[in-house]
């Protein structure tokens, strides 16, 4: 809380094309805080290198990920949104954070153990601290919820030990932060397995529906969802590939499951793929129009990312401050 006020934080890393998870685990849900919290959402290009990045392709992604923040319906002068690079105080309150960060509660995040077999010939420091820097963008912000999809709960808790860790030594530091959840949406499957997240590295375009994809794109993905041998659209404990198609028909309609099982009930497995890509694409059409937009407007981009990085510094420049004070760092 800063001033008494709530404080919303949540961040993106632009390491590739957003994904319809992304969307509905995160970004659509960021909007709702607007109107009673304080609200930082950050495009985090740090994060974003602790896996290989092509340059060009990395600064074109930090333009699109700010422009799709704004598309999906945030509105700058309501939410600081800004790019992490842009404020330096998140790398030095990083290292900060590595110093009263276990090396034992580091090895224990499942998202490291997944990234470091994903790509075994880069198991860098950076992909082991990533939570640390987490951490930091976090507590820079005294923030008091983070919205995030299922995958970066673990994170967020040890954001929490960290916290209170600091907290005990040096009293009333930072804020505790919690998570919050949505319902629905918080993890989208991948289409060609129904067993893995829906991840933007995924290296199969397939298994992955963009938000920039288009409505044909959208429609063939969904026909070529992976399902099982049986014909009626029903949610049960195994059918793992139609319930992440009812999840995704109830994020985008608002309906129950009850309410779409009666909606497809003698209907096969075919229509309902139709009705989801149809679904899907028309609540994303609205969202890719305003992206193009925004995108093809670079200079003002350019200003939002000046005008976040002003604003989001004045309150990363106050806690790193105070951090700085308790640890004995002298102040010239
Ligand atoms: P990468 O593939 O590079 O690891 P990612 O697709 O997992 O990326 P992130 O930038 O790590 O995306 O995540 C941004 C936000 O989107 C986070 O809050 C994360 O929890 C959420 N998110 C990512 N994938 C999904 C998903 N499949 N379902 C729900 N939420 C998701
Ligand atoms: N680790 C997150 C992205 C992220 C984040 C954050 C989310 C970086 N800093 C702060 C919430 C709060 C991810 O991979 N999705």
Request: charged share 25%; aromatic share 10%; glycine share 6%.
């Amino acid at each position: 809380m800063f001033q008494d006020q709530l404080v919303s934080y949540s961040g993106v890393q632009p390491s590739g094309n957003l994904t319809i998870g992304n969307y509905l685990g995160a970004i659509r849900n960021f909007s709702t805080y607007s109107e009673k919290y304080k609200c930082f959402y950050c495009v985090v290009d740090e994060h974003a290198i602790t896996v290989r990045q092509n340059p060009a392709e990395l600064r074109r992604r930090t333009y699109e990920t700010l422009a799709l923040y704004m598309a999906c319906g945030l509105d700058p002068d309501k939410n600081t949104l800004y790019v992490q690079s842009h404020v330096h105080e998140h790398a030095e309150l990083a290292w900060i954070l590595n110093c009263y960060t276990m090396f034992g509660e580091l090895s224990r995040m499942t998202q490291f153990k997944d990234k470091s077999s994903k790509h075994s010939d880069n198991i860098n420091a950076g992909l082991f601290t990533y939570p640390t820097l987490m951490a930091a963008d976090i507590l820079l912000y005294q923030t008091d919820v983070v919205p995030v999809g299922i995958d970066q709960k673990q994170h967020v808790e040890l954001c929490r030990d960290i916290a209170e860790r600091f907290n005990q030594l040096y009293p009333c530091t930072f804020t505790v932060p919690e998570p919050i959840i949505a319902k629905s949406g918080m993890k989208i499957m991948s289409l060609a397995d129904p067993t893995k997240k829906m991840s933007k590295s995924d290296e199969n375009v397939n298994a992955v529906v963009y938000i920039l994809d288009d409505r044909d794109t959208i429609i063939r993905k969904f026909k070529r969802a992976v399902t099982d041998s049986e014909t009626c659209v029903r949610f049960a404990e195994g059918k793992d590939g139609i319930n992440n198609l009812i999840s995704i028909y109830s994020c985008f309609t608002g309906k129950s499951f009850d309410e779409i099982e009666k909606e497809f009930a003698g209907k096969g497995y075919g229509d309902f793929k139709l009705a989801v890509g149809e679904v899907c694409a028309d609540a994303l059409s609205p969202v890719q129009e305003k992206f193009r937009e925004l995108l093809s407007d670079k200079a003002a981009l350019e200003a939002q990312m000046r005008k976040g990085a002003e604003e989001a510094s004045y309150y990363a420049r106050r806690t790193l401050g105070k951090v700085q004070k308790k640890l004995g760092f002298v102040k010239l």
